[in-house]
């Protein structure tokens, strides 16, 4: 570790900045950067800014971006990439740098021109015909994070078998300091970099808006891109449709610092709080906040006298049940329709689609995979119609293969306006589907465990409860336990194959909740997810609260335990 460390201040031409914080590291700060490598996770690497190997800097940017290109240049003779970045430090100096290394394998490149939506990337590189795609984004991390996303020729973020190979090109190149020196100054001049902008947007919008319903729009939207990306199509999007759109100023800015905003995640209440201020001073009907790339989208309803929030499932139930009526009653349902989510999303959305006569496919957790069934249809009598997953993603058209929040935005506002003209409002709406298919709550427990330490205590809660076999839970009968890891399930005694790709989740079904556990791709944290069926919203609510604390308290011993269990 220490020797790793000399390494970097011994380089001649370090960046000035990394030497800097080099220099003022103690030996824990070291042990931090040099310990363990920064790793692909959901589709790329992310994490937190700054020096060594553990960290993302320029050096760890330019080794990923060589082993993707190396993959590109290995399956095709001249291949193309599309590359777009969001609002954070460093976002566009990466995407030159992805620029610059393309080039030296004598890839093309089309880099967008400034920042743009993470949806907008994945259409353009269908729209140009492109063989994969560079998203420079953390998504939804705080300020100090940054990362990327790769994306292969269908727009959709790499699926497993694609992100092994970049991992094995990665894993044969030389030391961090022994890479070819790269320049995109000279890539530009050479031809192999091309700036595009806004005839990429416009045929974006011009798909985007064929979701539009006609008619006079009498909703009132509050519009925030925390900061973000969403600032460029946003607003003008929803303006297009006709609706009236308020924009939250001071958060429209972009900003790496995230100054206006307590929270870039939509998932937060703190990410709606000046938009909440505005509504109020407005009279707004509805509130909508996207995530810094774009992907994500939270809402807020104004609902007897104050703004309440929708999570990520309770958005979904609600646009898919707004989209199969709004087919019927227009007599465009395809043949055989498919509704796609993830493992960990609400139950409530496959017994809606289910009803409807719909198929209902689920897949691990990440829109890659629903990506990767969307193209699957293509060779079977079955159509898209939607999909979603709890962490606030959704795809209504088949244009793009991320979760596109400019898409669900209109939608969103589209089922708030139908409701509005009916004297209701979107929470009137969730309600009247509580009384169709039952009630449904859900919930996320997100348990922060950083660094080597943290790494370690969430093994050893992954392993306790990958041996935990309980007969029962808050006395309900086991049902199914699933391990994705082991591609294990079992029920009653019995055991079967699942069929998904390996991964290190795990499972509990009982009659009427369920509870999963999954370390998280992004971030140093566990995610603990619940979901309860009941009668009635009280009844619902006080099950979730005696699982969750019965969950937790188990998780509880396990960090209490020294050392981890």
Not at 123 to 143: E, Q
Not at 206 to 215: A, F, I, K, Y
Not at 285 to 297: E, F, G
């Amino acid at each position: 570790m220490a020797e790793t460390y000399h390494d970097w201040l011994n380089q001649t031409d370090l960046d000035e900045a990394l030497r800097n914080e080099l220099e003022a590291m103690d030996d824990s700060a070291i042990a931090e950067s040099f310990s363990v490598p920064l790793s692909f996770g959901t589709g790329g690497i992310r994490g937190i800014l700054g020096a060594g190997p553990s960290k993302l800097n320029i050096y760890t940017v330019k080794r990923a971006l060589f082993g993707y290109a190396q993959t590109l240049a290995d399956a095709h003779s001249s291949a193309k990439v599309v590359i777009a970045h969001d609002n954070r430090h460093f976002s566009r100096r990466f995407a030159e740098t992805a620029a610059a290394v393309l080039a030296h394998f004598k890839i093309h490149a089309y880099l967008f021109e400034s920042l743009r939506p993470t949806p907008v990337l994945s259409f353009a590189v269908k729209y140009l015909d492109c063989d994969g795609g560079i998203m420079i984004t953390a998504s939804h991390n705080p300020k100090d994070y940054n990362g990327i996303k790769l994306y292969n020729a269908l727009g959709g973020q790499l699926v497993p078998d694609e992100a092994a190979k970049v991992i094995a090109a990665i894993d044969a190149l030389p030391g961090l300091f022994d890479l070819p020196t790269i320049n995109y100054d000279a890539a530009m001049k050479e031809g192999f970099v091309t700036v595009i902008g806004p005839d990429v947007d416009d045929a974006y919008l011009e798909e985007v808006l064929t979701l539009n319903e006609p008619g006079v729009k009498t909703l009132n939207v509050g519009f925030t891109p925390e900061h973000g990306t969403a600032t460029v199509l946003g607003p003008e999007m929803l303006e297009r449709a006709g609706f009236n759109v308020y924009k939250e100023e001071s958060q429209s800015v972009v900003d790496p610092d995230f100054t206006h905003t307590a929270s870039a995640n939509p998932e937060n209440e703190e990410a709606f709080e000046k938009l909440m201020e505005l509504g109020h001073k407005e009279t707004l009907d509805l509130l909508i906040a996207t995530d810094p790339d774009a992907d994500r989208i939270g809402l807020a309803v104004y609902h007897e006298g104050k703004y309440q929030l929708l999570s990520g499932n309770q958005t979904g139930v609600l646009m898919l049940d707004y989209l199969i009526k709004r087919h019927q009653a227009a007599g465009t349902l395809p043949d055989k329709p498919v509704v796609f989510s993830t493992i960990v999303s609400t139950d409530m959305a496959e017994i809606i689609a289910k009803r409807a006569g719909f198929s209902y496919v689920k897949t691990l957790t990440g829109f890659k995979y629903i990506g990767e069934q969307m193209e699957l249809l293509k060779e079977t009598p079955f159509a898209f119609f939607f999909g979603f997953e709890e962490s606030y993603g959704y795809i209504v058209k088949d244009m793009t293969r991320d979760k596109d929040a400019l898409q669900a935005a209109l939608i969103a506002s589209l089922m708030a306006e139908q409701a509005k003209k009916e004297g209701l409002t979107l929470i009137d709406k969730l309600h009247a589907l509580y009384d169709t298919y039952g009630v449904y709550v859900e919930d996320l427990e997100n348990i922060g465990l950083k660094g080597l330490a943290g790494r370690a205590k969430i093994d050893a809660i992954m392993a306790f409860f990958r041996d935990y076999h309980p007969k029962s839970f808050i006395r309900k009968n086991l049902t199914v336990k699933e391990d994705f890891l082991t591609s294990q399930a079992m029920s009653q005694g019995k055991t079967w194959t699942l069929n998904y790709p390996s991964d290190n989740v795990i499972k509990f079904s009982f009659k009427d909740f369920w509870f999963v556990l999954r370390p998280s791709g992004t971030e140093p944290k566990l995610k603990i997810y619940f979901m309860v069926k009941s009668d009635t919203l009280d009844t619902a609510h006080e099950t979730l609260h005696e699982l969750k604390n019965a969950v937790l308290a188990i998780v509880d011993k396990i960090l209490e335990s020294e050392p981890p269990l």
